[in-house]
C-alpha cells in the first residue's frame, strides 16, 4: 500500500515561494519529507530526440530543410522551393509540386514556393526532386545542417 503523499507551500525568508513534498504514514499521522523524484510525485521530463535537420540550396531559390522518418523524409513547414522547374525534371516531380499547390500547402512567395506546412515524402531523393525542380540522382544534396 502507498502513503499518502501532499505538498506543502512555503515561504523562504531568501528564496522566497518553495514547496516541501511529504509522505503520511495513515495510522501515526507522522509526515516524512520526501524527495518528489524518487516518490514519483514530479517525473522528470525525458528530452525528446530531435532529429538530424538536413538543408538543400539551389541556384534557382530552393532553400529547405527536412529530416528522416524511418525511410521516409520530411521537408519542414517554411521550406522554399524553386518557383520552376528544369526541362529535364520528371513528370512525378511536377505532379506533386502540382498537387501541392492546388492543396494550398505549397503557395507562391517572392520568386519562390512557401511550404505552409510539414510535408512527408516517400523518399530524400523525391523530396530533393520536388524543392529544387529538377532531376536528382540521389539524396546525396541534403546537407546537415550548421
Known amino acids: 500500500m502507498t502513503k499518502p503523499q501532499f505538498v506543502k507551500r512555503i515561504t523562504h525568508p531568501d ?3 518553495l514547496y516541501k513534498f511529504f509522505e503520511v504514514d495513515e495510522e501515526t499521522r ?5 524527495d518528489p523524484f524518487d516518490a514519483g510525485i514530479l517525473l522528470m521530463a525525458v ?16 532553400d529547405a530543410s527536412g529530416y528522416y522518418v524511418g525511410e521516409k523524409f520530411v521537408v519542414v513547414k517554411g521550406s522554399k522551393f524553386a ?6 525534371c520528371p513528370k512525378s516531380f511536377v505532379k506533386l509540386r502540382e498537387k501541392l499547390i492546388l ?3 505549397l503557395i507562391p512567395l517572392h520568386n519562390q514556393l512557401f511550404l505552409m506546412e510539414d510535408y512527408e515524402f516517400e523518399s530524400p531523393m523525391l523530396a530533393m526532386g520536388t524543392v529544387i525542380g529538377g532531376w536528382v540522382r540521389g539524396s546525396h544534396d541534403w546537407k546537415k545542417s550548421k
Not at 507522522?30 to 520526501?34: G, I, K
Not at 538543408?55 to 530552393?62: C, D, E, L, Y
Open 15 to 17: 528564496y522566497g515561494e
Open 30 to 34: 507522522e509526515e516524512t519529507p520526501v
Open 47 to 62: 528530452e525528446e530526440q530531435l532529429p538530424e535537420i538536413l538543408t538543400i540550396t539551389s541556384k534557382r531559390g530552393a
Open 83 to 88: 518557383a520552376s522547374t528544369t526541362a529535364k
Open 103 to 105: 492543396e494550398g500547402l
